[in-house]
């Protein structure tokens, strides 16, 4: 016996006037009525200035604009003991961009989703593309209604075999009968019907129907077009009734006005099932052969029709083996010779109405109805993965430094370990000792219990004497017998150490240590005005946000942050397209590191654009960091530098789940969209097991965490850079407790135009703004 007691349904419902709405609250239905003891509860979207009476079934409403009503209809659905929900999908019934607002429920709610996909995209936007990919992550199973949607999901979306399911979609258990009796009931009793129902739009192809009657009178004078339904509700709020009034002037241009009857009313179902009962034929002559469910089609080849349809996808495979007959797209005059013909021979008509009739029978509610509640059921029993994106709060380590102190000596951080023993072959880097002087200086600006200052003071010790006076830049590589192994390291890591000063000498503003990290960060400031690589700007950046704040009169600071984010900014314009959104050819390492910098130096300069840029770029990196499980999945190192390809899985390193944590950070500080704090929880989760091979990378008890995913196995070692990107990882978590606690953070106005900035100070140096009006060279190999 099923342990199912209570179903919420989302999506449209009667009696709002559209396909989804009747296959919403037919499916309601149909299950409420099966033999099981199950309530169901609809949660129905309610389109932009209309209002509807909508029955006692309906138990939530949302304003499809209105995000916060799908964050209330979670609670309702969270609160209410449902077991599964029911999600109608249709890209343009949910608010935001490519209907990205039910996300937000998605991301809520605590119980098993089953969501039936009404269309598939074959070649989908950027964004729709993105919106998709999550609720296939966030849905336990999915149902199609068509074969081909289950191919387009296995091989364009990469859906997991096991989560698609094709379910026919469902028609009333009516009789076999003639047209004789309904059409007399309905005033057709001496003509030959052809019959096209539903809501009116362009894409319908209703004028090359009206074109074909020409030649269907020929040998038909008596038949008749009736064409049911109203026009689609946006139609009308957009542009009237135009379309309807173009239709009835095309008709009155072909002296057809006896021919073709405008029945403009959407009906109930008693009155559409007459009105399909008294057809000869039934015609869909639809634009669109990406048409993956017509509600139109099912029904009337439910009900023992005589089809004639053009060739989108569910007709194609619904009207196989003799079932129907097909047309090409926008072909009236093969339309009016194949109806022709099908109405003078009556036995081939009448056969193929007696054979879809019989082969339909599975297609009916209460079968159907009994195929949904077997997936609920299955939904609902099986062992159900918690997705971090699910959980808005997930329970927090504690930050432990156990095993940062264990790769520390009194020069600096070692960098690398064999497991978890420090591995003094290959000595020590500024990268990891700036990182380290990062989190430190991070933790003394929170109040925090720190680490220890004698190792906060040999990060420090490392940084100062890495920075060579003679070439103005640091240097990286130390052998373990503290000798340099370069006069000087590479621009990333000069930029990676500008950062850490940056926020040293903000974090710790007024102490002797703040007054030493501006200092130095002043020193080291100028080679960077000409770097070439992208991350050293981006890492420079995010240092200059914080040294700008306690050093506002430095001119040349300033104007070097705008002239940064603006390399940033053209990079982006050089190389983005339509499905390729980044700043670069391929995606390599600390990539998120980019669109935080960019966020964050828009927070700072209140320019808009800069947010804006970043935002978006995050946006589509966080959506192809995405497994098809739902799991974070970092850009694997096997692929860095693939010209625009798709990231490769492996090796997967904690650097990227680390920066993109960041980078989430900042979105949500200058957005304060909650959605960015379930992708942080995600991105973390990463580090704790929900991964590609479900192992925790972490040992929460010293703070270690292990150097990377291999295909088939943990990488055991734990060097510094791992543990300290599992510990800034950590660290920024929390920052989303505690500054949620905090007043509510400042949100720029990234929808905007750009802010005008008042003059700055004069420039101390011999930066010229207009020196880099696109990035110097060519962008650099990772």
Known sequence: MTRL?????????????CGIATFTTDLQQAVAATALPLETTIVALTDPGRQYSYPKVVGFEVQQNRLEDYVRASEFI????YDVMSLQHEFGIFGGEAGSHILDLLERVTIPVVTTLHTVLADPEPAQRRVLDRILALSSRVVVMAEKGRSLLLDTYDAPRGKVEVIPHGIPNYPFVGPEAAKASLGFFDKTVILTFGLLSPNKGIEVMIDAMSMVLKSHPGAVYVVLGATHPNLVRDHGESYRYSLQSRVDELGLHDHVVFLDKFVDRPTLLQYIAMCDVYVTPYLNKAQMTSGTLAYSFGLGNAVVSTPYWH?????????????????AEATGQTISALLTDEPRRQAMRQRAYADSRHMTWDHVAARYVTLFDRARAAERKQSPLRSTNPTLPALRFNH???????????????HDVPDRLHGYCVDDNARALLLASTLASEGRDSIPERMTSAYASFVQHAFNSDTGRFRNFMGYDRRWLEPQGSEDSHGRTLWALGLTARGQRQSSRSHWAAELFERALPGVENFGSPRSWAFALLGLNGYCEVRPEDGFALGLRRILADRLCALLTQVESPDWIWFEEGLAYDNARFCEALILTGRETGQPDYAQTGLRTLDWLMARQTSSAGDFRPVGSTGFGDVRQPPRAFDQQPLEASASIAACLAAWRVTTDTRWRSEANRAFAWFTGSNDLGVSLVDT???????????????????????LSYLLGLLDMQQFDRLALAPSPSRLAVDKPRLTLLPQPKFRGRLVASKFPEPPGPLPQA
């Open 701 to 723: 008890t010293t703070g270690s965490c292990r150097d990377g995913l291999h295909p088939d196995r943990p990488n055991e070692n734990r060097g510094a850079e791992s543990v």
């Open 78 to 81: 969270n609160k209410g003991g």
């Open 404 to 418: 940062l102190e264990i790769m520390s000596d009194d020069t600096g951080l070692i960098q690398h370990a064999i």
């Open 5 to 17: 007691k209570c179903i919420a349904f989302v999506g449209n419902s009667l009696p709002r006037q």
């Open 315 to 331: 007709a194609v495979e619904l009207l196989d083996h003799g079932h129907g007959l097909l047309v090409p797209f926008g072909d």
